[in-house]
């Protein structure tokens, strides 16, 4: 990385912030660069504590507030002086979460040059800031929404029954989930990028609503964009993979007209000429809408295991995590071997963002990564150094060239799970043993990875339980409503940050994983019958005192899931007015207050998820006698039906979708018993495929239903 290389300067002014010529012997640490700010709850009277260590160096603190979805911060709430380490919000609502900024105007000493190229030491003021989304006993806020998951043909195939527990567990916790599958690309193809986007394209335009995410696994098609080197290398100067296209709902603006160069970068698959299917942005005009996260083990060879089965175990982590299988500690590692090498100081990507998650007494530096990591489990890990496209300085390599250290993702288990790795050329992650998959690729406990420092990334939100996906998001499309740090190189304070808004700013590993999965204990045995128009659902409390419960229903299996009650419900039963010809599934959660080092909130269990066959019209409360054999079925089903007077009857067969498959009969039957066989065809006289079946028999307003099962 070269030194103090800044692609792109904003320019702001705090107006109630002075800079103050007070000197001070102290150097700056990168952590000097965050406020490392927790939040608490006060009952009397209520408010949020916002709470941060006391800084020698600070002069002043300011503290802003906005809303989540608010992209600016409001009027400072307080200026207070340089002894403060608290403040005390009394404007808040129970039920609602809020996000601060507090900025520390400090200052001290720095390395610099002169101008005939001497070292020097230099005072200077900076800002630092901290991010807190602290909540007030947050309540629950409705639907998760859908996520697409993008999966090249050949691993669905070899992955279905991996596949089929990820889309069980994200369906038990509410999300909808839509399977897209894409034919493998190992080589870049643009026209196949395109195809692939289209069909996630599809899916969003069917229900903007609820499309939140998009969970590509396995070798899906890589877009490549832009002219950019956010690493400054001039050999590394190109397009780079940009799975943020398939997050961009808007894309008229991805050209493939303008950009020419082929000769910059070394790497093939960087270089970008006019109409080579590689598009032209290198930074977003558009904002991502939809959450990307990737899982990709193609081109690791430094790994004994296959492609499949590197899928395999990361498949197993994830499912195991989503269970509580994985024990971890609330702890943050940061091995920072760029220090103040620059002024973007790239080590407050942990210093600002690990407190509000896990605590500021929680976070430790100067450890070593894999060192550590390979007997000690930790929630959170930032490393960075200089790199290479299988290594970062000071951490290690994909696959240690010293057989001896070994300080490598190939031989050791990685006791973190959530990680950020920063350091020259890994950023493009699409390379061959790529560092940052590779800690994806590794045993051990890693789900997600993110090259923070060119930008920053932020996640306080996940303090409050939003997925990691909503911080990828946010880490993309922001510009400066978070900022990383300020210097008072001249009378304005000036942001030294690269790469915001960039194409390459993405999420490896699942984007729909959040903290504090598992720790809410599920409701048991539910049941769900339909009587008259109502639906109603029982289930027993859970093996611990829980604050309530919530319900999602949805009308397909996959989802999407529309959470029914307003208000969280006290009682074990429920009763649903919803008309609705066909199959229902409901998701029954429950609820309990959940606090963090960002204050509280309530937090939902796994759901148990059933289903009923419903209908608009009221079900039969007197008898409705009706023999059908064989079942299971092979061949045929007859059906014994009788009949005490003249009535019409429609019989039809429903699939487990609730969709007719077979009207076998739909006329008028005298009195006496009849006989009706169902030769296990549908409409078209296809034979169905094996499966569950519902046989129903509509009559003078009445309804039976019958399951069926065919072989």
Known sequence: MKK???????????TSLTVLEVYSQRRVQPQDLAVMATAHLQSNPPGIVLRWNKR???????????????????????????????????????????????????????????SDNRDTIVQINFIGYGYVYAGFNKEVEGNIGSVILLIDSLTAEALAGEIAILENDLISEGWGVIRKYTPRAEQFKGDAVKTTKSLVLEEYNKDPENIKAVFIIGRVPVPYSGLLNPDAHPDHKGAWPADVYYGVTNDASWTDLYVNDTTSATRKENKNARNDGKFDVTTLTTPAKLQVGRVDFYNMPAFSSSEIQLLKQYLDRNHKYRNGEIPYEYKGLIDDNFGMYTLEVFGNNGWRNFSPLIGDSNVKGGIDWFGTLKNESYLWAYGCGGGS??????????KDPDTSKKNDFVNNQVKALFTMLFGSYFGDW??????????????????????????????????????????????????????????????????YQVGMQQIHIALLGD????????????????????????????????????????IYRGVSRTGPFIKVNDKMIKETNFEDDFNHEGMVYYIVKAVKLQTTFSGTFYNESKGLVQNVLATDVPEL????????????????????????????????????QGKIVKTIYNAQLSIGTHQLVWNLEDNQGQRVSPGVYFLRILSNGKTKTEKVIVF
């Open 511 to 550: 984007p729909t994983l959040r903290m504090y999965m598992a720790t809410i204990p599920q409701p048991k045995n539910l049941t769900v019958i339909q009587n008259f128009k109502k639906i109603n659902l029982s289930w027993e409390k859970p093996s611990e005192d829980v604050a309530g419960y919530n």
């Open 56 to 114: 020698d160096n600070a002069l002043q603190y300011q503290i802003s507030r906005k809303m989540k979805n608010e992209s600016s911060w409001s009027a400072p709430l307080a200026t207070l002086e340089s002894d403060a380490t608290t403040y005390i919000d009394l404007n808040v609502e129970e039920g609602k979460a809020y996000e601060y900024e507090i900025a520390a105007l400090s200052t001290g000493q720095i390395a610099a040059k002169t």
């Open 430 to 495: 699409d390379s061959q043993n790529n560092f940052m998959r590779a800690a994806l690729a590794a045993k051990g406990n890693v789900l997600t990875c993110a090259w923070a420092g060119r930008p920053s990334w932020y996640f306080h939100h996940m303090a409050l339980g939003e997925n990691i996906g909503f911080s990828t998001i946010l880490s993309q499309n922001n510009y400066t409503t978070y900022k990383p740090n300020a210097w008072y190189l001249s009378a304005n304070a000036t942001i």
């Open 4 to 14: 103090l290389l800044i692609l792109f300067i904003v320019y702001f002014v705090l």
């Open 389 to 398: 496209y299988t290594s970062c300085g000071g951490i290690g390599y994909t």
């Open 621 to 656: 409360v007197d008898n409705f006698e009706i023999e059908i054999y064989p079942n299971p079925a092979i061949t045929n089903v007859n059906i014994t039906l009788p009949v005490n007077y003249q009535k019409s009857v429609i019989i039809d067969v429903l699939d487990i």
